[in-house]
């Protein structure tokens, strides 16, 4: 998915919020972020994919500030969060829908909005305005490999009961962040807290990019897709990159839309939850 007018001003603010949380030292802050803008000026253009200059306006805010992960408190309190509320949440362990459901509901956490609006979004219903489960579940009985691409920290915990169900039926591997980016999960996130054995096969994407840049990806997550039956993707970022890919009818996209131009790519109202297959 290209970028449009409004991701300009998504990726202003995120190179402000990233230096924000990455540093105390306000004449380090600034630098950070006037680079950070910096980068977005020299590489914004409506050709290319929003994650590609948002890896950059990361890159250089690390640098400068020294902290490689500079969205760590925040996901400690998202993680808490999610923690929390997908006990308190009723899923049927032995039903797709159900399980699919409560997969989608946990993309509701995002690093733009405040927990508490968060915590009361989680609590509401998850209606698809595009639903191919079904499509999704057929192609499911036929599948060997499944490739499941994690997005947010939280969202571990809501992504469970489906990796469960899943591996009922085929091999399934979770894959998740090399390393820190945005409140993206990543293999220290899991280990951190204690959910390892319970995901089952892991593998990383070899990068710290929101979604994939295939520039940057590591060999092993490279053969691991293009071997796969079936990827499940989680999450905007996966969805602007992949989507830039031929359709193959091998991706199956779980989201919600929560910015305008990935709704209008999609055709629904914005925080739509979708359930596609492409």
């Not at 809501?158 to 091999?171: C, E, K, T």
């Amino acid at each position: 998915m290209k970028a449009s007018t409004y991701c300009y001003d998504c990726l202003q603010k995120l190179a402000c919020q990233a230096a924000e949380l990455a540093s105390n030292d306000e004449p380090t802050k600034a630098r950070a972020t006037d680079e950070g803008l910096k980068i977005l000026r020299d590489n914004f253009s409506l050709d290319c994919v929003s994650i590609i200059v948002a890896t950059k306006i990361h890159d250089v805010i690390k640098k400068i500030t020294e902290n490689p992960d500079p969205y760590r408190e925040m996901k400690d309190k998202e993680i808490a969060v999610a923690r929390e509320l997908s006990k308190q949440i009723k899923v049927e362990h032995n039903n797709f829908r159900s399980c699919l459901k409560f997969a989608a509901l946990g993309n509701t956490i995002d690093f733009f909005r405040p927990l508490d609006v968060i915590r009361q979004d989680m609590k509401g219903q998850v209606n698809f305005a595009i639903d191919d489960s079904e499509r999704f579940e057929t192609k499911l009985k036929d599948a060997r490999r499944v490739l499941y691409l994690a997005d947010n920290a939280g969202e571990m915990f809501f992504d469970l009961p489906l990796l469960r169900w899943m591996r009922q039926r085929a091999s399934v591997t979770y894959v998740v962040k090399a390393a820190p980016v945005q409140d993206d999960v990543t293999l220290e996130d899991i280990r951190r807290d204690g959910v390892e054995l319970e995901m089952g096969e892991l593998i990383t994407t070899g990068t710290a990019t929101p979604g994939i840049d295939f520039s940057m990806a590591s060999a092993e997550f490279k053969r691991e897709f293009n071997s796969a039956d079936l990827i499940f993707a989680k999450g905007m970022g996966y969805y602007e990159s992949l989507s830039e890919l031929p359709a193959e009818g091998r991706v199956f996209y779980c989201l919600r839309a929560k910015c305008q131009p990935v709704a209008d790519s999609l055709e629904v109202p914005i925080d739509s939850y979708i359930a596609v297959l492409r």
